[in-house]
């Protein structure tokens, strides 16, 4: 088997679709995985407990403010967002009740809400700006005797829309609606203090913040009652079912250690990386649009998301990916096809503006000067591609005639 | 946060609770974690699939004996299982049908199973002997025109039962029923050849064959339909929905090519400590039964289920851990509480017998070394557990006054 896959001297900038696990997170990964190791042993799970994994489940706790009780993990990100959903839906025996959520969630989340449709669940979709964002208001507006739960996302990780969680958790609450918020892109680059974003249920992805793949956490608010996916949740630590996957909670929890300690300078450095990375890109290439909001808090530091007109998303990254650099044309789940995503779709930009974007996604490891390479590869890439566009040519006739 | 659970010199016999991963499995793992790597960008996705995916693919189909597009990877062998069961039953929307188990199957299956009944399945169990073997025949005795369903383990984690697959398969072909089964156990032990086993799912557990964690296999043989339970499974490669964990699925590609290379070898090496460790028991411990089948073809090797009477389980286990030798007194997910487990329930054996029960578990790494230490330990730890055991007493007074 061959092992070619990671090119060298590559430029990733394709964070929020995987990002890399921190060195000494994989360690303990190591640690508890290549030496024999069984949470399950009666005696090894005394030391555990008391040793090893009840410091890790109160840094996760403190690391998302609340307590180690309110937390269940799952084998990943979309087991955590099926979890609270279906098993609150579950859990209560929900027929004809009503559910708010935005067109631009991801789509595992849009499908699953598909999937309780069939099963009587009666689903709107709060509008949203040409920015991404959702008005906390219109949740009231659209609101029935009948919602019993609202799916909102806290950071679009296609545009980088960073919603106003505290503002739309106020709703909620005041309209008795259950909230679930899927965190998977807020989790490690979103300051988190479950104490004052009131939310029932939190979705957070330890990769994005440098921990280990193939876990996922639920943070569902004490009281809340769900109904487990995989049934035989314990109720010793509040774990999926199943043998625990010890060594991924214990590397979960140096990962969300090392970033607390990073969390401001990191950020600070990534936005400022983001802000470079922008006006460069603006004053060497012409007719460059950005999609979602403009730089700054109400969006995620890590992603930039532009089209530049008359070039094709598709091409941009196959033209970026045989130099070495790494970029997205839309969030992994949608990339897959050449359609529109319904990101795009629901925000009203257009056609052209969807099909020409590419989304540059920033993490933990990039650094000042991948940028500047990414500046120079990506403009000249942008340049070669528009030499055989027919509609930049035409738009440089026209413009000549002028 | 200390790392001090793992005991140096300690004697690792919970093999079936959680193994070892291969070093040469871990370093791929980390090979695709640590650096920047990402599945889904365009052009990255198309070096993997031509020369990293697809032989690992190929590598793992081999080793079941099936094809790449039949195989799903999950989050777990548990997700595995809820995917095929309820998957199945979701995509076929059935109602008031009849599925067909065993009472010995693991407690997360035969809740989910409950699970269905609320939704209108009928279950019927299969009766097991007191070796936990089922009768193949039994299954068309139980089968109804209804019968839509049978779940089948293959290999029994508590008292190590080998079932005869193949003859399950063919009546279960014959009568037109979908077979589904649980071989978490199985793979890496027991010689798979999908086209000789002709069951419609398949869950196996990469770690049981000292590949990572976080990981499930199963296999849908071409023409079944199932339901995602996380939406947005990909027609790719056949993931379970989100974005593909590609590091664990190459590092399970690596454990299943060590485990062929080396299986015939391990298989009959665990097989002759399996002997030699039950043989010494025996001559050392007086009044000590087998639980589960006898030593052979129709018992795993790796599991050694015994009673020494008049000593609880817990106290064994609890006693082992303090000299460094992890054992079990149960499967995984029954251990926590003091009851008895349902299996030992289902075999008859009487409350005595499970109550005193302990599963020794042999792994790939184990060695004589090891297993003549934990001998030593372990004749003594039932000696004095003895000293103190009232029954005990009183069984030897009875013996004296005879």
Chains 1, 2 share one sequence.
């Not at 579950?90 to 309780?116: G, M, S």
């Not at 257009?350 to 993490?363: D, E, V």
Request: hydrophobic residues 40%; glycine residues 8%.
């Amino acid at each position: 088997m061959q092992n070619t896959a990671v090119i060298a001297d590559s430029i990733y900038l394709d964070h929020q679709s995987a990002a890399p696990v921190f060195t000494e997170a994989f360690e303990i990964l190591k640690q508890y995985s290549v030496e024999p190791f069984s949470p399950t042993s009666l005696h090894q799970r005394g030391i555990i407990s008391k040793k090893v994994l009840q410091p890790a489940l109160e840094m996760i706790a403190a690391f998302l403010g609340c307590e180690e009780s309110e937390l269940v993990f799952t084998g990943g990100i979309w087991e955590a967002v099926v979890l609270g959903i279906e098993g609150f839906w579950r859990k209560n025996a929900f027929k004809n009740k009503h559910i708010l959520t935005t067109p631009i969630e991801q789509k595992p989340l849009l499908l699953l809400l598909e999937r309780l449709k069939r099963e009587g669940a009666l689903v709107s979709y709060l509008p949203v700006d040409k920015e991404g964002f959702i008005d906390p208001l219109s949740i009231e507006q659209l609101a029935t005797d009948q919602t019993v739960l609202c799916c909102v996302q806290w950071v679009n990780p296609e545009i980088g829309t960073v919603q106003n969680l505290e503002a739309i958790a106020h709703v909620c609450l005041n309209k008795g609606i259950t909230l679930f918020c899927d965190g998977a892109y807020a989790g490690g680059w979103i300051p988190i203090d479950l104490k004052r974003h009131p939310v029932s249920f939190l979705a957070i992805n330890p990769n994005q913040f440098n921990g280990p793949k193939g876990i996922g956490i639920l943070y569902v608010k004490k009281g809340i009652k769900i109904e487990p996916i995989i049934p035989g949740l314990s109720g010793d630590f509040g774990f999926w079912g199943g043998t625990e996957n010890i060594a991924a909670v214990l590397a979960t929890a140096k990962a969300a250690e090392i970033t607390s300690q990073i969390f401001k300078e990191k950020v600070e450095k990534i936005g400022e990386l983001q802000k470079y990375l922008w006006n460069n890109l603006q004053s060497y290439i012409p007719l460059i649009a950005l999609n979602g909001p403009k730089l700054g808090p109400n969006r995620s530091v890590q992603n930039l998301n532009i089209s530049p007109e008359y070039i094709g998303g598709e091409s941009q990254v196959l033209s970026c990916g045989l130099k070495g650099v790494m970029i997205s044309s839309g969030p992994s789940c949608v990339e897959r096809n050449l359609r529109i995503s319904h990101v795009f779709k629901a925000l009203g930009l257009g056609y052209n503006r969807a099909m020409s974007s590419i989304r540059i996604s920033l993490g933990t490891t990039t650094t000042k000067e991948e940028i500047e390479r990414f500046i120079e590869i990506y403009s000249e890439v942008v340049s070669k591609l528009r030499e055989m566009s027919i509609g930049w040519k035409k738009f440089l006739s026209t413009k000549k005639d002028q």
